[in-house]
């Protein structure tokens, strides 16, 4: 038994102190800079000047961070609703026994296989231009020339762009685990449900929905996630550094950590650390929310 502890301690060890280096310690370190003024990230400890809470509510008082977190929510929540009603709508079609869905899972799938900064630059070098883009010459054809001429890439449209793009890229990602969920239900289910006389979508409202509820945790989670670390797209479409249109929490923190930009100049490391922690708050509340309002524990496969 001695030996086995040996063993096992010997085999943990390593793994533990990547852990702890990797992650614990990053983790705290920023947890302690958002309660103290810091210039730069790499400060040693004796520059650090402890603020309290003084971080937080500068940022609560700040307008562009007051607008990026308003960006963060519609991000979050419009964009939520149509990626997950989407990819929920494509999982069933998929599932449902047509032919070819191993080639169709895959071509949905394959924005999320593409660079997001390649799949940026294709939405706006080639369907949101103004001179050639596809939105203009699909809507050209179609002689809606009110369509065709609007400036998807202005201040009064861009964000709207940025959403539709980004949640184009993130369906097939949450298809997937909707398949996932939608495959361990058992065919003999819907076969019972049949001969008891249930169509297609009664079976699908009260047997499949019911029992994807811990599918739909997961998916909810992972959005948050993502939405949260919303950061490429937005610095993509950005024809300036802190654009308020496109402006989120995480490109508002890159500009406070480094000093760059037209409206953000001054290095400031600990209110940058504020940011991440209020951001990981945020999602702890949503997953929170989750588990409180989506019990599956009574649920059977």
């Known amino acids: 038994m001695k030996k086995n502890k040996g063993m096992i301690v010997t085999f943990l060890t390593p793994a533990v102190l990547f852990f702890a280096v990797i992650f614990v310690y990053p983790i705290v370190r920023t947890l302690l800079m958002s309660f103290f003024n810091i ?66 899972r895959a071509i949905i799938y394959l924005p999320n296989i593409i660079s997001a900064v390649a799949l940026a630059t294709m939405w706006l070098q080639y369907v949101y231009s103004s001179q050639f883009g596809l939105l203009k010459t699909v809507f050209t054809k179609l002689h809606l020339t009110k369509l065709a001429a609007i400036p998807w890439t202005d201040g009064d449209h861009k964000f709207m762009s940025l959403l539709i793009a980004y ?29 008891d006389g249930a169509n297609k979508p009664q079976q699908f409202r009260y047997m499949t929905l019911p029992l994807l509820k811990g599918v739909f945790k997961t998916n909810i989670t992972m959005w948050s996630v993502t939405s949260v670390g919303f950061f490429v797209w937005s610095q993509l479409f950005s024809t300036v550094t802190a654009e308020q ?27 940058s650390a504020s940011i991440g922690v209020m951001l990981c708050l945020c999602v702890v509340i949503v997953f929170t929310v989750c588990n409180k309002l989506l019990k599956d524990d009574d649920l059977e496969f």
């Open 245 to 271: 249109s496109t402006i989120v929490p995480v490109q508002y923190m890159y500009l406070k950590m480094f000093g760059a930009g037209n409206t953000v100049t001054a290095r400031d490391a600990g209110l």
């Open 39 to 104: 210039e730069g990230v790499t400060d040693s400890f004796d520059q650090w000047s402890f603020a309290g809470i003084s971080n937080y509510t500068s940022l609560m008082q700040t307008a562009l961070f007051k607008t990026a977190m308003m960006n963060l929510l519609k991000i979050w929540l419009i964009g939520g609703i149509i990626v997950m009603s989407i990819s929920l709508l494509l999982s069933v079609i998929l599932t449902s026994g047509i032919r070819l869905k191993k080639f169709f």
């Open 167 to 195: 949640c184009f890229g993130m369906v097939g990602y949450h298809m997937l685990i909707w398949v996932s969920g939608i495959e361990r239900i058992s065919p003999e289910f819907y076969e019972a449900a049949t001969i």
